[in-house]
């Protein structure tokens, strides 16, 4: 089993403001064989980039935009694919009862929760965020963070500190925490500390090119239950080669196992 732990799905419409050349920049990736026009998503032409990878599952994860329905796509295309599992968003600055729309998005089938304190300017430890927290918590659905650089230029990188996402993992030790990126830039070895030393805690590997993870993280082995693969798709190269860049990492075939798949299906599973 693979499980791409986040990709971006949607027609181009959806995308904030600069993503589109982001995307462009990975001309093999698939990604104008699946978006029709501005404003269409075929979700066969996706399956088959999906069979074509290897890929059984992934995890839709909303991008920070503040239209509703661009933040609901995920939940819209889960409706129609059961290989996607829909994150989504919540800003409690910007909800009159953000606990009680969370709760609505689970009961629509919500699979986790996804904080962007980079692009939403909010840090990890707010304490508005903490009754989300709960609620993920009660659900058994992971909650995750961006955590290191992004290209944007509203980006604020100071929001991405996972020193505070450390804050969040002790005050809720059974809420799955996955710090998407990994720490990209400045605080790899942060996170790398904090999976490795907090059980609730995962480093998921989206947006690093499969080359640069073994410099990065030469231990990676030695937390591998703990780490999950993603793509960042469409802002990546074709899924097949990103597949194929983590099986050459020259991890033991049960550490590949729980790195492809494995980690991210027990945490889709635990959800109630």
Known sequence: ?????????????????????????????????????????????????????????????PSPNTDRAALDIGLELASRSERIQPFVTVDPRSEYRPADRFRRLLADGAAGLKIHPVQNHILPNDPALYPLYTLAAEHGVPVMFHTGSSVFPNAKHRFADPMLIDEVAADFPDLAIVCAHAGRGFWESQVFFLARL??????????????????????????????????????SPSLDRVVEGFRSLGLAPHEQES??????????????
Do not use: C
């Open 1 to 61: 089993m693979i499980v791409d732990f986040h990709q971006h799905l949607g027609p181009r419409n959806i995308f904030p403001s600069g993503a589109g050349e982001l995307v462009r920049s990975f001309p093999d990736n698939g990604y104008d064989d699946v978006a029709v026009g501005d404003d269409e998503f075929d979700l066969d032409a996706f399956h088959r980039l999906l069979d074509k990878a290897g890929i059984d599952t992934v995890v839709s994860i």
């Open 198 to 235: 907090r059980p609730n805690v995962y480093l998921e590997l989206s947006g690093f090119p499969p080359r640069r993870i073994r410099s990065s993280f030469p231990d990676l082995a030695t937390i591998a239950e703990k780490v999950i693969f993603g793509s960042d798709w469409p802002s």
């Open 259 to 272: 790195v492809l798949g494995g980690n991210a299906g027990r945490l889709l599973s635990a959800r109630r």
